[in-house]
């Protein structure tokens, strides 16, 4: 439950990404332009965790065959990761 409780802290903060994220300049936005809430942080990183214990991470391979590198949970909560200035 930490990971989940870090990842849902540090996406839906004004930062919108991890500290990791944040250091190489990444952001998770939302497709209707707005920045992720807690909720929606919250589901990101669940179906993040829930999907990648599930599969035993081959559910990353998802983003290898789309042009958008999005994984499941990334279509399931309609939001994406993209670098802070291209905004």
């Known amino acids: 439950l930490i990971p989940i409780g870090y990842h849902t802290y540090t996406i ?9 994220m944040n250091i190489m300049d990444l952001e998770v936005f939302l497709e209707d332009g707005r920045e992720p809430d807690y909720v929606s942080a919250f589901l990101h ?7 990648m214990a599930l ?33």
């Open 12 to 20: 839906g903060s004004h930062r919108n990404g991890t500290i990791g």
């Open 45 to 51: 990183s669940g179906l993040f965790y829930a999907s």
């Open 55 to 87: 599969t035993s991470g081959f559910i990353l391979l998802i983003s290898l065959f789309n042009d958008k590198g999005k994984l499941l949970h990334d279509y399931l909560t309609s939001s994406g990761v993209r670098v802070k200035s291209d905004r």
